[in-house]
């Protein structure tokens, strides 16, 4: 998969640069307990109901929310990096487990 997108430059595939505003890469889950727990898809308010993080226009070129349950990001000024609502009942949301860009870990493949 290649890190460029042609409408809106380079972005984040394989780390997370920043807040992770730009982390398009397709980490779909979260640590749990006892196993991973798959992220809850943006368009849908099962099992967490939630108003301002839908794949609205903004929402969706802005911070690559969509049909999907990729981790990513919209809410910078509260939450530091990806994350996702879980599709487990008993945790809300909680930070994804991406490597963080660093001249070790580059940006993006070529």
Known sequence: SSG???EYGVWD?????????????????VEGIVSNVACQA?????????????PTS?????????????CRNPD????????????SSWIRWQYCDIPTCSTEF?????
Do not use: M
Request: include cysteine; glycine fraction near 10%; proline fraction near 6%.
């Open 4 to 6: 460029i997108n042609a």
């Open 76 to 87: 910078p000024q509260q939450l530091k990096k990806p994350w996702c609502y879980t599709t």
């Open 13 to 29: 595939v394989k780390c997370s640069a920043g807040l992770g505003t730009g982390y398009r890469g397709n980490v779909n889950s």
């Open 106 to 110: 580059p940006y993006f493949e070529h």
């Open 58 to 70: 903004h929402n969706i070129e802005r911070y690559g929310l969509g049909k999907h349950n990729y």
């Open 42 to 54: 943006w368009n849908k308010d099962y099992p967490h109901h939630h108003s301002e993080f839908h």
